[in-house]
């Protein structure tokens, strides 16, 4: 059974950077044909894909956050790491980490709540 834990502050000052990291276990970040995702909820709206970082180590982001994310990987760990930098208020919301097998999101994180607030 895979399982995916995100970690990280639940309070962040506004131009910080906030950095979650996503522990998985049961299955190897690296084997192929997985991709390993970070998406958010604000309060009140839908869900956000933020980026990707596949099995081979690329990674790719959505184009309304490109300029301040980036996604890392400690293979020796199995884990993830999502940095956002230059965070706003806008910016709280649930973060999740999700596994992306052929178009679809099989296991998910339960999710960890930031606040962005001075």
């Known amino acids: 059974q895979v399982q995916l834990q995100e970690s990280g502050p639940g309070l962040v000052k506004p131009s910080q950077t906030l950095s979650l990291t996503c522990t998985v276990s049961?299955?190897?970040?690296?084997?192929?044909?997985?991709?390993w995702s970070w998406i958010r909820q604000p309060p009140g709206k839908g869900l956000e894909w933020m980026g990707t970082?596949?099995?081979?180590?690329?990674?790719y982001y959505s184009p309304a956050l490109k300029s301040r994310t980036s996604i890392s990987r400690d293979t020796s760990k199995n884990q993830f790491t999502l940095h956002l930098s230059s965070v706003t208020p806008e910016d709280t919301a649930v973060y999740y980490c999700?596994?992306?097998?052929?178009?679809?999101?099989?296991?998910w994180g339960q999710g960890t709540r930031v606040t962005v607030s001075s």
């Open positions: 049961g299955g190897s970040i690296t084997a192929n044909n997985y991709y």
């Open positions: 970082i596949r099995f081979s180590g690329s990674t």
């Open positions: 999700a596994r992306r097998i052929v178009g679809y999101y099989d296991y």
